[in-house]
């Protein structure tokens, strides 16, 4: 996943916060569904994928091991939420 931030010199935690792993996440997971590539249960699972064998090469830049799994394990969290309140999500009706 594409990472602009200088990942070899600081704390991975304090320099990816909260807010910028679930805009990444819901910014893949927007751009995946609009892309026609799949319904919500695929995205979800190219998601996973996508974090799991780090397609985007993101995580990869970073070097120590230990923050790279806190980072991949806080981004893979923060999918499963996505799923779970989507997923308990009521149907809107569109007004006729």
Do not use: C
Request: zero cysteines; aromatic letters at 8%.
């Amino acid at each position: 996943m594409p990472v602009d931030f200088d990942l070899e010199n600081g704390d991975v935690n304090a320099l990816i916060t909260r807010e910028v792993i679930w805009v990444t996440i819901l910014d893949k997971y927007d751009a995946h569904r609009r892309r026609g590539k799949g319904d919500h249960a695929q995205a979800i699972e190219w998601l996973y994928q996508y974090v799991r064998e780090d397609t985007g090469g993101g995580l990869a830049k970073i070097s120590d091991a230990k923050q790279r799994e806190v980072l991949r394990n806080r981004f893979l969290d923060a999918i499963s939420l996505l799923d779970q309140g989507l997923a308990a999500r009521k149907p809107v009706r569109k007004a006729a």
